[in-house]
């Protein structure tokens, strides 16, 4: 299956750049385009990027002209110049995106405002995916069928080739380390769209499983509970942070304890996917504990804040 030409990466926070990385490095896309609203985040992120390259470079992994070539195939956009809120879509339209990856913050109004804007702006072959953790795809394509316009039904031909054109691309972190990709079709996903994030995922070099759209999808829904119980543990005394992260590590192997995980994923994302799983499913087993919700109001948001269940 051919590849996209033109990619459009949107949030350059550590999915985002560790997407656009393996899309220049593995998958060799001639044109990665990185989107943020915050232009202070990209110049962040792309020097972490540099920083991955270099240390490729350093081991032998990879030549001084690839690690070059790569990060020439990455084009920051710069939204400082943008007319209104959704400029940066019209941009990214005119580039001739062929396949986007939405990486930004878990929300469900921040990714519906995104694709109601791609769709108005992108042309009517993309691919427009989500990398979201548990918001429902089919929801995201009900969002791009409303951003064409009022006279566009989600039940006429056009609206039903764009909501076939929406999916799920689920990378786990850190990107360029983690072997997987979760591809989701929602409700009216096409087939041929299915193939082609498929396609993409693997030219990325990851393994590629699938899940139905349901919250947290296969892997958040095992993970998410997982970690909110050792939090509870946590919370109701039955062990230390340290003995709790101890046992999974040396008594079941895991790399991370459960609570150094959630700090690594970040504690307000851990929260957004656990409110997406309680209220998708109105199931007890999903309350997210309280103890998470207190520490993300005190701003303690993990290793991105340099504080959560441990200091960094
Ligand atoms: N970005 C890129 N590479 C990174 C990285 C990052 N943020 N953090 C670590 N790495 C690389 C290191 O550079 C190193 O590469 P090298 O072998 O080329 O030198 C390699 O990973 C190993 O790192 P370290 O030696 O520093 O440390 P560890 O051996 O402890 O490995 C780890 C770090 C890979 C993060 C490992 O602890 C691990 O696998 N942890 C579990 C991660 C996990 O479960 N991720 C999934 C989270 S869930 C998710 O993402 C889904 C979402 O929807 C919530």
Same mark, same amino acid.
């Given at each position: 299956m051919a590849l996209p030409r033109t990619i459009s990466v949107i949030g350059a926070g550590q999915m985002g750049i560790g997407i656009a990385l393996v899309a220049s490095? /593995? @998958? /060799?896309? =001639?044109k990665v385009l990185l989107y943020d609203q915050n232009p202070a985040q990209i110049t962040k992120g792309l020097e972490f990027m540099d920083k991955l390259l270099a240390k490729d470079v350093s081991k032998g992994r990879i030549s001084e002209e690839d690690a070059k070539a790569t990060r020439e195939r990455i084009i920051s956009i710069n939204?400082?110049? @943008?007319?209104?809120?959704?400029d940066w879509a019209r941009e990214l339209g005119e580039r001739g995106t062929e396949m986007v990856i939405e990486a930004a913050s878990e929300r469900v109004s921040i990714k519906e405002g995104i694709f109601r804007a791609l769709a108005r702006n992108l042309s009517n072959d993309a691919v427009l995916a989500s990398n979201t953790s548990s918001i429902s795809i089919t929801k995201l394509a009900g969002a791009a069928v409303d951003g064409l316009g009022k006279n566009v039904s989600r039940a006429s031909e056009e609206g039903k080739s764009c909501a076939g054109r929406v999916v799920g691309v689920h990378f786990f972190n850190p990107v360029p380390v983690m072997k997987l990709c979760e591809v989701i079709p929602g409700l009216q996903t096409s087939e041929a769209t299915l193939e082609r994030a498929k396609a993409f995922a693997a030219a990325c070099g990851k393994e590629v499983t699938t899940s139905k759209d !349901? =919250?947290?999808? !296969?892997s958040n829904a095992l993970l998410m509970p997982f970690l909110n119980e050792a939090i509870m543990c946590l919370e109701s005394g039955t062990a230390t942070r340290d003995d709790i992260d101890k046992t999974l590590r040396l008594g079941m192997g895991h790399p991370m304890g459960p609570l150094q995980l959630a700090d690594f994923i970040g504690l307000d994302t851990c929260l957004a996917i656990q409110e997406t799983l309680y209220e998708g499913? /109105?199931?007890?087993?999903y309350r997210p504990s309280i103890l998470l919700g207190r520490m993300v109001d005190a701003g303690w948001l993990g290793k991105k804040s340099g504080k959560g269940f441990y200091d960094y």
């Open positions: 490095l /593995r @998958a /060799r896309i =001639p939204s400082s110049s @943008a007319k209104d809120e959704y !349901v =919250p947290g999808f !296969v499913t /109105r199931d007890s087993k």
